[in-house]
């Protein structure tokens, strides 16, 4: 293959980063510039014009995807080669394969397993428990994100033997016996991965060595996105001799909440000497209107380098930006405008996307789109209805209004954790299936006859006094749907649970969609026209079941993408809506007084408007209901006041 026939696609600044002599490039990638053209043309241009094998490159992404599309793509462009040639994959994927072949200078066994989320989750549930620690205090995600952040940081073992913070030298203590469990069960979870890496290259000099002289070029992607410990790792691995090409954009750095540094561009130019800067900004994807509005939004950011994306496209529709009364008046306008998109321009469904803040904004959106029958997808995540949380909510209101639900029943028996093990199931289901009866009949027989003894015995009475109690209050009681709904919750200890845990992303997102569930509860006893002779919670079960139950397996080939904005990250769509832009909503209010955090948010928003080729549109909403009772008024974001006027339609 010719790579100069290559080159004269590129265009000036593209050509320059792939064919630049340089020994450290640091590659400004503003938004739909192209990085990953970059990158393979990168790699071709050392291999066919300096000739270096494949064995000397050395490239690290963030995703499998994005790691598979670039080795893919150079392998049907000069040959396939062996596999083993090619060290292009994520951090934690290079990081596994460095310590596989060095797992005895890095105190493993040969077949040491990996430890995802999920086994990461159970272990460190039965080491609070074998402690004889409160889980209510101690819950299972506060640690793992204490773990997590500790092993992220250099050096990473914390020393606060002598801290007087209580809390702290608890989780402490669960970390050693943590590590302890996994050294001898031969385990290591992600972050452990990186950071043995790291210590493997730091304290082996002779290693180190080896890799610095072998990976003679090193290319990174998506460098915003690293965090303490990758960067520590990539600076060791780029030696003196080496060549280091960095590709990155800080103006799309907003997973800071997991650990991303974006000052490690800073620490980038400080720690290597003459690195050339070359920023991409002719932008592919959007119009000039698009990218005007994004400009004009992320010049607000002070610490960021300059860069103003430009087009060769037209300026493209103004933005729209719709002013909405309530919630409902913004899905509604949003699905309406889906339906002329289908309808008038015979566009693709698929080619639209919805971007939120949080998960459960999708709550009302996807109850529309349903009524209207527009196919919808949940990218990056699971309808609201799907949700864990959601589900163990409706299975216990469903139980309260049937005991005899026997699905619902093996869904909340131990949900929260009330000490009822597998034993006892075991006896109530075998009592029910020899007597014909529900399991929560054969429970109260069991009960009743003391057949279990112990405290499994005191957990089902305790369950089956909490079940009664929670029927008797909902057959006498006077409260408005959502506040009985409410009540439930906290009676059933769902919300304490979650509330406990409030310091992990999941279980603060988990508790903002209990609170939209209750929202919508009261929305629908608003809307909706009583029932003779059926108990409003009984309608409402019925109205999810109807509306939702049915539809949960969408798998329409063509349908609106539903998505937060940060899994919108890399992808693009011909129409974008951004609904939710309020203050408080994004930015959130955690946000609203540390300017560190209300620049990621700007960033964030900054993300979701350049994934818009053709349309966009933004949206907020002049009042939202809070715990779904209380009906509060919302100020437009800062964001929407911060885009320039003239590219603006108010519709």
């Known amino acids: 293959m010719n790579i100069y026939n290559i080159l004269d696609q590129l265009n000036d600044k593209q050509r320059e980063a792939v064919t630049s002599n340089d020994q450290n490039i640091l590659v400004l990638s503003g938004a739909g510039s192209g990085k990953t053209r970059v990158l393979v043309n990168r790699i071709l241009w050392l291999q066919l014009v300096k000739k270096y094998t494949p ?24 040959g396939v080669q062996k596999k083993s040639d090619l060290w292009i994959g994520t951090f934690h994927g290079l990081a596994n394969r460095l310590l596989r072949a060095h797992y005895i200078d890095a105190n493993l066994s040969k077949d040491f397993q990996i430890l995802d989320n999920n086994d990461q989750i159970q272990l460190l549930k039965q080491l609070i428990r074998s ?8 819950g299972v995600y506060q640690v793992m994100h204490y773990i997590n952040s500790e092993k992220n940081k250099i050096p990473d073992i914390p020393n606060i033997s002598t801290d007087n913070n209580s809390r702290k030298m608890t989780w402490f203590r669960i970390y050693q ?9 031969g385990l290591v979870d992600f972050n452990e991965l990186l950071k043995r890496a790291y210590t493997l290259c730091l304290n082996y000099p002779n290693i180190l060595h080896y890799y610095q002289k072998r990976f003679i070029n090193i290319l990174v992607d998506e460098f915003q996105d690293t965090n303490t410990v990758q960067y520590a790792w990539l600076r060791l691995l780029s030696g003196e001799n080496n060549n280091l090409m960095i590709v990155g954009d800080d103006d799309q750095s907003i997973y800071g909440w997991r650990g991303a540094q974006v000052k490690n561009f800073q620490r980038l130019l400080e720690d290597f000497t003459h690195v050339r800067i070359i920023i991409l900004e002719q932008n592919y994807r959007s119009t000039n209107n698009i990218l005007r509005a994004a400009n004009t939004l992320i010049c607000k950011n002070d610490t960021r380098f300059k860069k103003n994306l430009w087009t060769c496209k037209n300026k493209g529709d103004a933005i729209s930006l719709y002013c909405a009364f309530n919630v409902i008046d913004e899905a509604m306008f949003v699905v309406n405008n889906l339906i002329d998109w289908k309808k008038k321009r015979h566009g693709l469904l698929n080619e639209c996307a919805v971007l ?23 990218y990056g995540g699971i309808g609201f209805f799907e949700r864990k949380e959601i589900r163990d909510i409706i299975a216990y209101l469903k139980f309260i209004v049937n005991h005899n639900n026997d699905t619902a029943y093996m869904r909340i028996i131990n949900t929260p954790n009330r000490g009822i093990g597998q034993r006892t199931l075991e006896v109530i289901n075998k009592y029910a299936n020899l007597n014909h009866l529900s399991l929560w009949e054969s429970s109260l027989f069991i009960s009743k006859k003391k057949i279990i003894k112990g405290r499994p015995a005191i957990a089902l009475k305790q369950f089956i006094i909490l079940i ?14 959502h506040e009985q709904i409410f009540y439930i919750i906290r009676q059933i200890g769902l919300w304490n649970m979650y509330e406990k845990n409030i310091l992990a992303s999941t279980y603060c997102e988990r508790i903002q969609n209990i609170k939209e569930f209750i929202a919508m509860s009261n929305q629908y006893s608003i809307l909706s026209e009583s029932t003779v002779n059926t108990h409003p919670l009984q309608q409402f079960l019925s109205y ?3 509306e939702f139950e049915e539809n949960l397996s ?19 769509f011909s ?3 951004i609904v939710g832009l309020e203050e408080g909503i994004c930015p959130n209010y955690v946000s609203l007084t540390n300017k560190e955090l209300l620049e990621e948010e700007r960033r964030l928003i900054y993300v979701g408007i350049t994934r818009a080729m053709h349309k966009l549109t933004i949206s907020y909403s002049e009042t939202r209901y809070i715990y779904g009772k209380k009906m509060v008024i919302q100020s437009p974001s800062r964001f929407v006041n911060e885009l320039p006027i003239d590219c603006l339609k108010i519709c």
């Not at 000397?56 to 150079?74: D, E, G």
């Not at 402690?131 to 101690?138: A, F, M, P, V």
């Not at 009664?468 to 749907?481: A, F």
């Not at 609106?560 to 990250?569: I, P, W």
Request: glycine fraction near 0%; include cysteine; charge should be positive.
């Open 131 to 138: 402690l004889n620690l409160n889980e209510n205090k101690y």
């Open 575 to 577: 129409q974008v809506f």
């Open 55 to 78: 064995w000397s490159i050395m490239a690290l992404t963030f995703t499998n995807k994005a790691a598979s599309v670039m080795r893919n793509r150079i392998q049907s462009l000069i």
């Open 356 to 378: 939120y803040r949080n998960n459960f904004q999708s709550r009302l959106l996807e109850e529309i789109l349903l009524k209207k029958n527009i196919p919808y997808r949940i």
């Open 468 to 481: 009664d109690s929670l029927k008797n209050q909902i057959s006498t009681t006077t409260l408005p749907l």
């Open 544 to 546: 999810i079941s109807l």
């Open 554 to 572: 969408n798998t329409h080939p063509d349908a609106v993408q539903l998505m937060t904005l940060h899994a919108s990250k890399g992808l693009e």
């Open 177 to 185: 016996s943590y590590q302890d469990i996994c050294n001898r069960s």
